[in-house]
């Protein structure tokens, strides 16, 4: 999902596009990879990874430049110092959801 998100998030400058993104096809190939009874849990933990996947790159492009706004283009270099393990170190629990501790994106 990590890799996705970040192919789709340069390829459409950080806008969310779900007519031109491969999603549909990372949720399908999970879903039929795991048991029915767990692919709702499964379905719902994978989409907040790739909310807080998004929102990390958003931070981290944000971060170099204030004044970009989704939509309009930026250094994907930029992106290289977002992981999915540095994104992911920084996710608790919250209820039901996965929420960020703290983001610390150096650029």
């Not at 767990?38 to 204030?66: F, H, I």
């Amino acid at each position: 999902m990590f890799d996705n998100v970040k192919r789709e998030f340069i390829q459409e400058n950080g806008i969310s596009n779900g007519d031109t993104t491969k999603r549909s096809d990372v949720f399908r190939e999970y879903q039929l990879s795991v048991r029915k009874e767990d692919r709702a849990k499964g379905t719902w933990t994978l989409q907040q990874y790739e909310g807080n996947y998004r929102s990390a790159m958003y931070a981290a492009v944000k971060a170099a430049d204030p004044s970009w706004n989704p939509g309009q283009p930026f250094d994907a270099n930029i992106l290289n110092s977002v992981t999915r393990e540095s994104v992911e170190k920084n996710l608790v629990q919250s209820g039901n959801r996965l929420v960020r501790r703290s983001v610390d994106f150096s650029v």
